[in-house]
């Protein structure tokens, strides 16, 4: 019953902007802390950013100051505004959520290039 459902992927020039989705549903959204990672074809899964139930945030390294995340309680929705995209961002990306239990969803696709 518990489901994170991610869209918002797609194929970009590099520079453009993308913003992702991750619907929840089957759990109390407000108090699980949200997180997107993404995972590049042979590499590990790597975080990218979090966001607690306070709307404070964290960031990977190579993601701030060009990726924004956020979350709207009341449509259990997280987002993450990722803008100034390049080859490197090119990662399937994951919702997650964590409470004493995680979940996952299934992932979008962002494919960045000429």
């Known amino acids: 019953q518990v489901q994170l459902v991610e869209s918002g992927g797609g194929s970009v020039q590099p520079g453009a902007s993308l913003r992702l989705f991750c619907r929840a549903s089957?759990?109390?959204?407000?108090?699980?802390?949200m997180c997107w990672y993404r995972q590049a074809p042979g590499q590990q899964r790597e975080f990218v950013a979090t966001?607690?139930?306070?709307?404070?945030?964290n960031y990977a390294d190579s993601v701030e100051c060009r990726f924004t995340i956020y979350r709207d309680n009341a449509k259990k929705t997280v987002y993450l505004q990722m803008n100034n995209l390049n080859p490197d961002n090119t990662a399937v990306y994951y919702c997650?959520?964590?409470?004493?239990?995680?979940?996952w969803g299934q992932g979008t696709q962002v494919t960045v290039s000429s």
């Open positions: 997650h959520a964590r409470r004493g239990q995680t979940y």
């Open positions: 089957g759990f109390t959204f407000t108090i699980y802390i």
């Open positions: 966001i607690n139930t306070a709307s404070s945030t």
